[in-house]
């Protein structure tokens, strides 16, 4: 099981070579940048002996290009679910659930676990946190809400690296990737369409339904069943229709 | 009880400014800087909307000054005990046992846990972890040892937030409970009835669900969404069957 640093359209190099030195700090080495600035002697100054996590980071233009073959995608805000949007932002982990979260999954040792950090300033949009199995906020002081990007990433690795250093081994889970969930989502969805969901609550009860899904973690084996099961009541709506 | 914040000989404004930072997003505010460099704009500019943290430190000349009046006095450091020094070192705490630690005396509810942070080129010095009555060292790999200060002051305070907040706020989900949880597998049974679902895969195919949505942690109202779902199909069944 590997976990992946993902910043999202990060503005600073400074950060992003902070972030490079907590990720080796922690023992980690997976890093992935979406649409980052220039990285130069400022970046790598300040990522000290970890230049070489750096040096082998990843740079993508999208998050979906970050995400590919992530078994979980975690997505964090400082945001507390007290907003406007809070079906989105809601419900959330804290870093040690996280943890708990990937611990129970790590008995399979397969697969990648993605942890999406946003801008500085504004964070991850709306849409990008809806793209998210998990959202992870750190509990912070209402006084002061916004960490410092940097010290976000070292909060969550700090409580990862547990996960990473306990030596475990437990059940075999093969779990499902982002496109056997993909596929299951567009399934939900055109399945809602069908039994004719209320069209305004739809979007909402889509969101909810995918952040359950994605904590609960599933296995290939068990998309399928879900599968299985609209297929069968879309058959029987085909059936007594015709 | 009062979490105090201790920086020994710092030479970096800038680590001070995001210390500031760090302190007041973990809800403190007990700020002692021993022997600062001069402390200006830069500093300011880093600690953002925690400069009167940073106003309000205290600059003393001394450990001892700054340790006055703690019941608890932490020293960190980055390396595990392993040195010549191992007595001075050892035994050591992980942040969490430190706030394990904090949480027996929080009773008391008095008197200052003092938390020191060295140098960031070579710590704190023998002398000064032997004024400490605990050493705290945190778990980072044996590649990279050393942390950046305010990322370690990051993890601590982190960690000891939640002997503040453990008082003050509920749990962070509202789960269901498991008599709802209960009327939703009932309810899920009936309704692959209901579909028509292979008989011999009915039992397999109902745990296989009770695990997902078990490991899913479900809110009170996504239950009530789930149902609300079933039902929808339910409808939509009897309507073309009319």
């Known amino acids: 099981m590997e976990i992946r640093t993902i910043l999202v359209e990060p503005k600073s190099e400074e950060n992003i070579g902070a972030v490079a030195r907590v990720i080796k700090n922690f023992g980690f080495a997976d890093f992935y940048l979406v649409n980052p600035p220039d990285i ?28 590919e073959n992530s078994v979980i995608v975690a997505g964090t805000t400082a945001k507390h679910g007290i907003s406007a949007n ?3 932002r809601m419900p959330f982990f804290s870093p040690r659930q996280l943890k708990e979260k990937v611990e129970g999954i790590d008995g399979g040792k397969s697969g990648v676990v ?24 750190i509990p912070t ?3 002061y809400l916004v960490m410092n990007l940097s010290h976000a990433v070292a ?3 700090y409580e990862l690296s547990e996960v990473r250093m306990a030596s475990t081994s437990g059940p075999m889970l ?42 609960a973690e599933l296995t290939g084996r068990e ?12 058959w029987r709506i085909g059936d007594v229709r015709s």
Request: proline content about 0%; some cysteine; aromatic content about 4%.
């Open 155 to 157: 909060v969550v690795l």
């Open 86 to 88: 809070k079906h989105i």
């Open 174 to 215: 093969k779990l499902a990737n982002v496109a056997d969930k993909e596929r299951l989502f567009v399934h939900v969805k055109t399945f809602l369409d069908e039994i004719g969901y209320r069209e305004q609550k739809k979007e909402k009860t889509l969101l909810m339904l995918r952040r359950i899904l994605g904590r």
């Open 114 to 137: 993605s942890i999406l950090f946003g801008r500085e300033d504004t964070g991850l949009k709306n849409e990008e946190l809806m793209l998210c199995d998990i959202v992870v906020c």
């Open 40 to 67: 130069g002697v400022k970046a790598m100054s300040v990522a000290s002996h970890a230049y070489e996590v750096l040096k082998t980071s990843e740079i993508v233009g999208s998050i979906e290009e970050a995400v």
């Open 141 to 143: 002081s209402h006084e």
């Open 223 to 234: 998309v399928r069943t879900l599968r299985g099961i609209l297929r069968k009541a879309e």
